[in-house]
């Protein structure tokens, strides 16, 4: 059978069409606080995960599945991008994005690369892939909880969470269950007895490391709960696998005696609902109570009887740092037991709105203010 180009070209258009389609009809579904506004941004990335705005309004996406790093950009401030770049591909697991210094880094499953001054390259080579230059090809490279968020501090430090590579279990590499620090091709150890944490960012005042924590399967609906936890002091311990949340001993570990002095997560996020990106937010287009709130996309339950997550939600704090409440900030991409979208990561940038990420659905939303 010959397949001709005006069949081709009508079997693209037709994709094009339900692709719009199916983006309109998520957008209705979607509830939001008063006066914000949810649109489309973009459409068409694999499994679209970590993003990172660099220094020229271009937002870098990692693509898990396609293993690919895309650059893209609204060169006319329309609020939908019409400039995609791919910039690095055939990587495994491409999840992890951090822009630092005029710098791209991106994480694979066991490496983590940098693009050195990369905003120059993308405006003199039109036609080329930028050269990769690798920082660390030392991690991990399991495949159960191993994709890599990263994100630097303001000093330039690179962060790296590195999952357990199971539901529940004790493994001799230390790395194992940790959120650490890379020095000089050594790792300082941040924060031990992380499950399998894929999301953290600093809060934009203490500059402390707040992170969440996804809780073990296999014991319920209801059991345990996800977690929001902060770095007090670097080094401390936050209960994996002996202890989940604040008072879920494990069943075969909880009587262990590990020598370790727990940390309690400061929130619960509610059972298996998957917390993945956060941010903080710092911009000036939302109204002055949102200054330092964090925002959270819960990724969605996978094996409880009735599913949860499927949201953003919007953290509030007191002057010392502590939860005063968790709500909804956006939801509806769960409609009865149909999902519809996945948030998968959330980006504060720096005209005032946020962007996030769903990679069921493939797209990335913005969220603006309307006064």
Known sequence: MIIGRNQILSFICLCLFSTILLSETI????SLDKNFEITIYASGIDSPRQLAEGDDKRIYVGSRKSGKIYAIRDTDNNGVIDERRLVAENLTFATGVSFYDGDLYFSEINKIWKIENISRHLKEDQSNLPKKILVTDNLPSDEWHGWKWIKHDD???LYVN????????????KRYASIIRFNNQSWDYIARGVRNSVG?????ISKKLFFTDNGRDWLGD??????LNRVDNEGSFYGFPYKHATDVMDPEYGNLNPGFKFVDPIAPLGPHVAPTGIAFY???????????NL???LHGSWNRSKKS????????????GDVISIDDFISGWLQGEKVLGRPAAVLAVRDGSIIISDDYANLLYKVSYKK
């Open 155 to 157: 000093d330039g430090n």
């Open 162 to 173: 590195v999952g357990a590579p199971c539901n529940v279990c004790v493994k001799e590499d």
């Open 27 to 30: 957008i209705d579904k979607l």
């Open 200 to 204: 953290f960012d600093f809060h934009p």
């Open 309 to 320: 997550g499927y949201k953003v939600v919007r953290v509030k704090f007191n002057d010392t």
């Open 222 to 227: 209801d059991s345990p709960s996800c977690e």
């Open 282 to 292: 710092s911009g000036n287009m939302f109204p002055k109570e949102y200054s330092n």
């Open 295 to 297: 925002f959270i996309t």
